[in-house]
């Protein structure tokens, strides 16, 4: 049985100030509204834990435009990334410092960091100091951070996903929508 629910007339009023007239009908306005507040504020778990909106999953090697999105959560080699971590830029420095880690060369190195990166400390042109492992990196937008990192990922064959929303702003290529790339680790 669906829930009835009554409404204040001010509130009705509000709501209809929302609705595209002859296609919104109450459901679609309140629907657009909770899409959203959750693109803005993060999707909101329900009583089992689980998310509270469907994931939209993308191909990673060809994604939609991630401008206009917000991080939700990421994690690379199996490790989540901490909450002031989880956006592109954040994705993209965990990625480096792993391949940094990993590579035996500079030559091996170049392969693996596809975006202008420095030995040493740089800060100028967009470039941000990485101190632990001595490289500075140039940062990226959000497509150019997933790129990389997801270039890495698969360089090195590890895991690598990061879920977002598209916030609701002219440009975003699916607003209000929660997506997710992933790479699997290679066995």
Same mark, same amino acid.
Request: proline residues 6%; hydrophobic residues 40%; neutral net charge.
């Given at each position: 049985m ?5 409404l204040?007339?001010h ?10 007239? @002859? ?9 657009? @509204?909770?899409?959203f =507040? ?7 778990a ?5 998310s509270?909106? %469907?994931?939209? $999953?993308?191909?990673?090697?060809? *994604? ?6 917000k991080?939700l959560?990421?994690?690379?080699? &199996?490790? *989540? @990334? #901490?909450? &002031? $971590?989880a ?12 391949a940094? !880690?990993?590579?035996?060369? /500079?030559?091996?190195?170049?392969? @693996?960091?596809?975006?202008? =990166?420095? #030995?040493?400390?740089?800060?100028d042109? &967009? =470039? ?8 500075s ?6 497509? !150019? ?9 698969? %360089?090195l064959g590890?895991?690598? /996903?990061?879920?977002?929303?598209w ?5 975003? /290529? ?9 790479? /699997?680790?290679r %066995?």
């Open positions: 669906t829930p009835s629910v009554e204040s007339a509130t009705f009023a509000r709501l209809q100030a929302h609705a595209v007239p @002859l296609v919104d009908n109450i459901e679609t306005v309140i629907g657009r @509204l909770l899409d =507040y959750e693109a803005r504020d993060g999707i909101p329900t009583a089992n834990g689980e509270g909106a %469907k994931i939209r $999953q993308f191909n990673p090697l060809s *994604p939609p435009s991630l401008t206009h999105t991080v959560a990421a994690e690379f080699c &199996g490790r *989540p @990334l #901490e909450h &002031g $971590q956006n592109w830029n954040g994705l993209l420095n965990v990625a480096v410092r792993e940094k !880690g990993r590579s035996n060369s /500079a030559a091996d190195l170049k392969q @693996l960091i596809v975006i202008p =990166y420095v #030995e040493g400390r740089k800060e042109e &967009g =470039y941000r100091f990485l101190p632990e492992i001595g490289l990196i140039q940062g990226q937008d959000a497509n !150019g951070g997933w790129k990389a990192a997801c270039h890495i990922a698969r %360089k590890v895991a690598a /996903a990061a879920t977002f929303v916030r609701e702003k002219e440009g975003a /290529a699916f607003p209000g929508v929660t997506g997710q790339l992933s790479v /699997a680790a %066995k």
